[in-house]
């Protein structure tokens, strides 16, 4: 698929330029981030279905560039994709209803990481809630992965890294 390309490609020389010191957050750090991108004057919303699969490709591609997590928690392969419990549970009250925006202090995340989770909004958030489920579905961390079990980082980052392409690589098979 070419966005699957076109996006492995973009964070990929992102992640050229992001210093190898970028340190663990939480995954609840992570998601107060992506929630704080969503522009409601734009029509844009995020459910929790829909962050939890932002915190999967995140995960994903983070463990793919720099062979470590982004975030200490363990994602779980339930039923609907891929989730981090402990952010299912704060947002689950709001049911499969948008997330209320809420700013977060930038100061609080470094600028490599903000690059970071920026590319993976742009690619990945544009989506639609039942559009990220039906492609993490179709992924082999969560396809491999027993109902309920931890999808394991090594299974994200082994698929993870055949997302990506080469500068040389790309030129040629997205045209």
């Known amino acids: 698929m070419k966005i699957k390309m076109v996006a492995a490609l973009r964070l990929l020389r992102l992640?050229?330029?992001?210093?190898?010191?970028?340190?663990?957050?939480?995954?609840?750090?992570?998601?107060?981030?992506?929630?704080?991108?969503?522009?409601?004057?734009?029509?844009?919303?995020?459910?929790?279905?829909?962050?939890?699969?932002?915190?999967?490709?995140?995960?994903?591609?983070?463990?793919?560039?720099?062979?470590?997590?982004?975030?200490?928690?363990?994602?779980?392969?339930?039923?609907?994709?891929?989730?981090?419990?402990?952010?299912?549970?704060?947002?689950?009250?709001?049911?499969?209803?948008?997330?209320?925006?809420?700013?977060?202090?930038?100061?609080?995340?470094?600028?490599?990481?903000?690059?970071?989770?920026d590319e993976v909004y742009s690619v990945y958030g544009q989506f639609t809630a039942p559009k990220l489920l039906q492609l993490t579905h179709s992924e082999p961390p969560w396809k491999d992965t027993p109902q309920s079990e931890t999808i394991s980082h090594e299974s994200m980052r082994t698929f993870f890294k055949t997302l990506l392409v080469a500068d040389d690589d790309s030129e040629t098979k997205t045209q």
């Open 15 to 117: 992640a050229c330029r992001i210093s190898v010191e970028v340190i663990p957050m939480t995954a609840h750090d992570v998601a107060h981030y992506f929630v704080s991108l969503v522009d409601e004057e734009e029509g844009d919303s995020i459910s929790n279905l829909k962050l939890q699969k932002l915190l999967y490709y995140a995960q994903g591609f983070h463990l793919a560039f720099f062979d470590r997590p982004l975030f200490t928690e363990s994602i779980k392969a339930w039923k609907h994709g891929p989730a981090v419990p402990q952010v299912y549970h704060e947002y689950k009250d709001f049911g499969a209803n948008p997330i209320p925006v809420t700013k977060v202090n930038l100061d609080d995340y470094p600028q490599e990481t903000r690059e970071f989770l």
